[in-house]
């Protein structure tokens, strides 16, 4: 996560403020997932029995 922040988002902050946009949002999304830390944690139940399960971009 470091070296991702260090290399891709860091560096880049600024002119992303300034124009108001990330020009490769998907391709990012799609780091930060295969990372997994854009991920959906999910808890559900059904006749007494729990059911788990994560999501991601990946």
């Known amino acids: 996560m470091r070296q991702l922040c260090a290399e891709r988002?860091?560096?880049h902050v600024a002119g992303?403020?300034?124009?108001?946009?990330i020009e490769?949002?998907?391709?990012?999304?799609?780091?930060l997932g295969a990372l997994g830390?854009?991920?959906m944690h999910l808890e559900?139940?059904?006749r007494g029995q729990a059911?788990?399960?994560q999501a991601a971009f990946r």
Do not use: Q, Y
């Open 24 to 31: 490769d949002v998907r391709g990012l999304a799609k780091e």
């Open 37 to 39: 830390v854009l991920g």
């Open 44 to 46: 559900a139940g059904s």
């Open 51 to 53: 059911m788990t399960g």
């Open 9 to 11: 988002i860091e560096p």
């Open 16 to 21: 992303w403020f300034e124009r108001g946009r």
